[in-house]
């Protein structure tokens, strides 16, 4: 089965840093673009970011601009989530997937879920002090 392989959750405390991974299983990443998503409890799951696979652009949601950094490694087959000054409602299990690309309008991430596909079974992202 082909799907992405999520990892570096945990806890943290409100202000601290944690970094994610986002490996697939089964394929490689080659020019595929990669979303992040996010789902709390009892709430719907969201985009956080997207990277493209031709130019590495990046996009993110007003939320997490200026805290939150995607990356890829195309050597090492994995794309980061790098998460900087995090908050309680940060909290959710975190999810990574693939597209053929981040479809964008005048610079701005139209989210799309329907877009990716190979999901993994994600990785729990507690922030509390």
């Known amino acids: 089965q082909v799907q992405f392989v999520e990892s570096g959750g945990g806890l943290v405390q409100p202000g601290g840093s944690l970094r994610l991974s986002c490996t697939p299983s089964?394929?490689?990443?080659?020019?595929?673009?990669i979303g992040w998503f996010r789902q709390a409890p009892g709430k719907e799951r969201e985009g956080v970011s997207c990277?493209?696979?031709?130019?590495?652009?990046?996009y993110y949601i007003d939320s997490v601009k200026g805290r939150f950094a995607t990356s890829r490694d195309n050597a090492k087959n994995t794309v980061y989530l790098e998460m900087n000054s995090l908050k309680p409602e940060d909290t959710a299990v975190y999810y990574c997937?693939?597209?053929?690309?981040?479809?964008?309008?005048?610079?701005?991430?139209?989210?799309?879920?329907?877009?990716?596909?190979?999901w993994g079974q994600g990785t729990r992202v507690t922030v509390s002090s």
């Open positions: 997937a693939a597209a053929l690309t981040c479809y964008a309008t005048y610079g701005r991430w139209e989210i799309r879920l329907h877009d990716f596909n190979s």
């Open positions: 990277i493209t696979g031709t130019d590495g652009a990046t």
């Open positions: 089964g394929f490689t990443l080659d020019y595929s673009a």
